[in-house]
């Protein structure tokens, strides 16, 4: 019998846990030919979410938990359940039902019938979704597919399903600073792509402000994109000749405005300056945190063990 291995990261999700759980299981009762296991990861709740799992856990044993000593963020609640994953197929899902729960179905079929290793999921719409934000969100992944090698798809969700094979490969990539989206395409492998329209939260509320996806967003570039540096270095000599030539100009022809124009220059320069700082100290920044290699997450609670199976050394 092939195992499934359901990922379910989870921040303050007490509102919604047992409808998941509810819905999941609707779902599960029609794939009776598989076994299964759910792996909630409570990344640092502060709400009853861990007494929730806790409770389903002691009920029903395909449910398991691991629980963060502290929230560590979406990124590695999803590398912790993957690496404690031990089905033959591993799928991600968050916990508020925008990912139907009914196209397991459909995604199992296409890997049991079909030559993909994974099946992922794209929104086409995103209703319900402020303008503004599936603005910036389109431009992102404009931006990112232009200036990376990874092809990210536009809309793309991290609810998919992947043979043992591509988790292995996931689970290998060990950095600290994880953009799951960049990663699920670097390791390459055969994906299909399911759409689906977007659907609302069945109960709680997101925890992704814009200025949390905006600073993602950065993250994703300067982890699968060196470019920002050349663009930097591009516009520092530019701006070396803009500034010479500039002077040139100026001095042959010595006006009153000279000084309004210096001080446009500097303040011109000054900010073009701080901006190639950021974006080398962005980089610095992220290599510092590389070469550190800080655990990714600390559990305080588990009821399963790390996988140890196929993919270990
Ligand atoms: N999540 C998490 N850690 C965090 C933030 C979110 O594990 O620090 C989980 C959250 O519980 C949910 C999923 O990630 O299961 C997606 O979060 P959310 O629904 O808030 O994001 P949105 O769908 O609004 O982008
Ligand atoms: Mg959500």
């Not at 916990?95 to 794209?122: F, H, N, W």
Request: aromatic fraction near 12%; charged fraction near 25%.
């Amino acid at each position: 019998m092939k195992k499934i291995s359901i990922v379910v990261p989870c921040y303050n999700e007490e509102d919604v846990l047992s409808i998941f759980y509810k819905e999941i299981n609707k779902t599960l009762l029609k794939l009776t030919q598989y076994d299964y296991e759910i792996i909630f990861v409570d990344d640092g709740s502060r709400d009853g979410t861990l007494s929730i799992m806790t409770k389903l856990s002691n009920a029903d044993s395909h449910v398991r938990y691991i629980s963060f000593s502290r929230n560590f963020g979406k990124e590695s609640a999803m590398y912790a359940g993957l690496e404690h994953s031990s089905g033959d197929y591993a799928v991600i899902m968050d916990a508020d039902l925008q990912d139907p729960p009914e196209l397991l179905i459909p995604m199992i079929k296409t890997l049991e019938s079909e030559d993909y290793d994974c099946v992922g999921t794209r929104r086409v719409t995103r209703k319900g979704e402020p303008p503004i934000r599936s603005f910036f969100a389109r431009m992102f992944y404009r931006v990112m597919n232009k200036i990376s090698d990874v092809d990210i798809i536009s809309g793309a969700r991290d609810y998919r399903m992947m043979r043992r094979e591509m988790v292995d490969a996931v689970i290998d990539m060990k950095e600290y600073s994880r953009f799951s989206k960049g990663l699920f395409s670097w390791v390459g492998f055969k994906t299909k792509w399911i759409e689906y329209e977007n659907i609302e939260r069945a109960a709680g509320e997101t925890k992704w402000s814009f200025w949390n996806l905006l600073v993602y967003s950065i993250e994703g570039i300067v982890a699968f994109s060196t470019r920002p540096l050349m663009i930097s270095l591009v516009l520092g000599i530019l701006l070396c000749f803009v500034s010479v030539l500039l002077a040139i100009v100026f001095a042959a022809k010595s006006s009153l405005d000279m000084l309004a124009l210096i001080f446009c220059t500097v303040l011109m320069l000054g900010g073009v300056q701080l901006l190639c700082i950021g974006i080398m100290g962005k980089y610095l920044d992220k290599t510092y945190l590389e070469v550190k290699a800080r655990p990714k997450y600390l559990i305080s609670e588990k009821n399963v063990e790390k996988y140890n199976g196929k993919h270990s050394e």
